[in-house]
T-cell receptor, first 115, second 116 residues
């Protein structure tokens, strides 16, 4: 069975600092994909970054980068130069490798950026 | 980027009544749509997978007779909560997937349902 784990329920980070959000996963399938989403208090799910299991390089999208360590089955999100607007819930998700592509989400990490 | 809309954005209904939530892909065709439920301070839990023209596939523990899903076209899926009870109060989010591309998944803005 596939499983995705986020062990940090919440964290505080100071503005302009970098923060790393942990995500580990478990799957026996060699082909999978990993997502990070941001959910502000409004509830919308904002796509941040995607990493495919066969991608050779770690994914980056602006201030977001994914530290993909395949052997350790971890896909940590790094947010550089935190901004107050980064305060939100962050979810790691894995695409389940069946024919429909449904996502399995981790428990989430609440990030609060302080001035 | 691709846009998914949901309607209504929030709804209040009385216990025992039914409520329908629409999920539309506005600028692309979605062969597959997903319905999630999220309780406060919790993660998203998949309720069902909806494929155009076929019956929805429900996750274990989700009552198919209570949560009716219809995917009548490539741009519209509906979730009907029948005989709603206060415990059905939740945030319901849909997502739509473009066929052939795993990373091409787009979420609707969600619908907040309150059953009184």
């Amino acid at each position: 069975a596939q499983k995705i784990t986020q062990t940090q329920p919440g964290m505080f980070v100071q503005e302009k600092e970098a923060v790393t959000l942990d995500c580990t996963y478990d799957t026996s399938d060699p082909s999978y994909g990993l997502f990070w989403y941001k959910q502000p208090s409004s509830g919308e799910m904002i796509f941040l970054i995607y990493q495919g299991s066969y991608d050779q390089q770690n994914a980056t999208e602006g201030r977001y980068s994914l530290n993909f360590q395949k052997a350790r089955k971890s896909a940590n999100l790094v947010i550089s130069a935190s901004q107050l607007g980064d305060s939100a819930m962050y979810f790691c998700a894995m695409i389940i490798t069946d024919s429909w592509g449904k996502l399995q989400f981790g428990a989430g990490t609440q990030v609060v950026v302080t001035p | 980027g691709a846009v998914v809309s949901q309607h209504p954005s929030w709804v209040i209904c009385k216990s025992g009544t039914s409520v329908k939530i629409e999920c539309r892909s506005l600028d692309f065709q979605a062969t597959t749509m997903f319905w999630y439920r999220q309780f406060p301070k919790q993660s998203l839990m998949l309720m069902a997978t909806s494929n155009e023209g076929s019956k929805a596939t429900y996750e274990q523990g989700v009552e198919k007779d209570k949560f009716l899903i219809n995917h009548a076209s490539l741009t519209l899926s509906t979730l009907t909560v029948t005989s709603a009870h206060p415990e059905d109060s939740s945030f319901y989010i849909c997502s739509a997937r473009i066929a052939g591309a795993w990373r091409e998944q787009y979420f609707g803005p969600g619908t907040r349902l309150t059953v009184t």
